[in-house]
């Protein structure tokens, strides 16, 4: 008999699936500690004029299927009007097939706003006028969408020289979700991308140093992570190419420092010379501080250098990156790890090749303190589809411990991004109830039902310490 179009029990091909998702997995909070979202728009609980805002403004996910769907770009990023933008979703839809756009836009249809019709040119007004409507209510703002689907933590992606006034604004608000910051320093390290010295500078004003040295910088980098600590802060993230471990004296990152402030290029050596001692300073803070640690490596940002000029980066011209990256990993982990300043760290690639080898690598420094100290991070951007979250659940388990995995994540600035998290708790609960129906699992309910419980929730809780005083 042929299953009915994501039913209730979507994704769960078992029985033993269906129990654990719907009696275990479900109506966990979501802790989404990684994501885009706007600040400004949680601390002003903002109202979205339209689905198109809400669905369409910054995805590059789908404005890379509508250009592939042949949607010229004054429907993805120009000016044509918001209907006629959602009218070119709606026709890219289906077309979608098999891809996850397809199942996370009616998932977020049916989970937002009940509607169980398929996107279509057929039904595309309707349903655009369905959603605009709801959209008028006030439990539909930016906030209410976040009560909806029970988030009950959220972490930011933040600069070092933001001032953070928009969290505080939600906290003083007595809003009962929690909104933290967490520290993305990539302008700083970035010494090889244009506008380096003048990033600089405001790092400097942020922070009340006059940064003349790679010293000075150190020291507000300093002043800057204090400052983010004290507003909740308990985690870092690095956007990178790969990883560095080039030798480097102190004397040299001086220079190479000074050669980039006065506008000269550098070489590729002097390049990963100074990432490396960036990175290292960095997570040297971050292990003073208690903090947990981000690295999310491998991919080509901005292949397409017209589209780049002329609608900006990040939006959709990105790929997977291949990086022989394991030796230069290693030598980077074991170096913070013999100075005693390896904390929580948290690694992400974006190319699937690379999994076993992170599931092994990170075994190499669990070091007995808290359970899953070292993580594999979810499946990330091109991976965070069925199979990819798959393959790096598989990894995971046949080289680590699956159980102290610490779970899903958006990586979205949509606040109907949500349904990610269900995507991925019904794939774990179908993987486990397969393997139990299969016999490479006992039946036993209370030992698997804890495992679902700490993946989906339990684990990053604990993890990550959002609560310690």
């Known amino acids: 008999m042929t299953k009915r179009f994501m039913d ?27 994501c885009h979202l706007d600040p400004k728009m949680v601390a002003e609980d903002h109202r979205f004029k339209n689905i198109t805002e809400l669905w369409l403004g910054g995805d590059h996910y789908k404005w890379r299927a509508m250009r592939t769907n042949g949607v010229p770009e004054k429907y993805i990023t120009g000016d044509a009007s918001d209907w006629e933008k959602f009218a070119q979703w709606a026709a890219t839809i289906p077309y979608c097939y098999r891809n996850p756009l397809y199942h996370w836009t009616h998932l977020e249809l049916k989970t937002a706003f009940g509607i169980d019709k398929l996107l279509c040119p057929e039904t595309a007004r309707e349903i655009y006028e369905e959603c605009n409507e709801k959209l008028a209510q006030p439990e539909f703002s930016a906030r209410g969408l976040m009560r909806h689907y029970h988030v009950e933590t959220v972490c930011t992606t933040d600069d070092p020289i933001d001032d953070l006034r928009y969290h505080q604004l939600t906290k003083d608000s007595g809003f009962e979700i929690n909104m933290f910051p967490a520290w993305r320093p990539d302008n700083a390290m970035n010494i090889d991308k244009p506008g380096f010295a003048a990033y600089i500078k405001k790092l400097g004003e942020a922070a009340d140093v006059d940064i003349r040295t790679f010293a000075n910088l150190v020291e507000a980098l300093q002043k800057r992570h204090d400052y983010f600590a004290a507003n909740g802060c308990k985690l870092s993230d690095h956007g990178m190419d790969e990883f560095y471990d080039a030798p480097y004296t102190d004397a040299q990152i001086e220079t190479v420092f000074a050669k980039a402030m006065s506008g000269m290029l550098l070489p590729d050596n002097e390049v990963r010379q100074y990432k490396h001692a960036f990175l290292r300073v960095c997570a040297e803070m971050d292990a ?108 995971l388990s046949h080289l680590g411990l699956l159980s102290r995995f610490v779970g899903m994540l958006t990586d979205s600035r949509s606040f109907l991004s949500y349904p990610r998290h269900e995507y991925f708790r019904r794939l774990l609960c179908d993987m486990i109830g397969q393997d139990v129906e299969n016999g490479l699992l006992p039946d036993d309910e209370a030992p698997l039902a804890r495992m679902v419980e700490d993946i989906a929730y339990n684990n990053a809780r604990r993890y990550f310490r959002f609560y310690d005083s």
């Open 8 to 34: 209730k029990d979507f994704l769960l091909q078992t029985e033993t699936s269906k129990k654990l998702y719907h009696q275990y997995a479900a109506h966990k909070p979501i802790i989404d500690y990684h």
């Open 288 to 395: 003073d501080a208690g903090w947990t640690q981000q690295f999310h490596y491998g991919p080509l940002r901005n292949n397409n250098s017209v589209m780049a000029k002329r609608v900006g980066p990040d939006t959709g011209f990105d790929s997977i990156g291949e990086f022989a990256t394991a030796t230069s990993m290693s030598h980077f982990l074991d170096e913070l790890n013999s100075a005693g300043k390896l904390t929580r760290t948290i690694i992400y690639t974006l190319n699937p090749n690379a999994n076993e080898m992170i599931a092994a690598m990170i075994g190499n420094f669990q070091d007995g303190s808290e359970p899953g100290k070292m993580q594999f991070g979810a499946g990330w951007w091109f991976n965070d589809q069925l199979d990819g979250m798959r393959r790096q659940m598989d990894a």
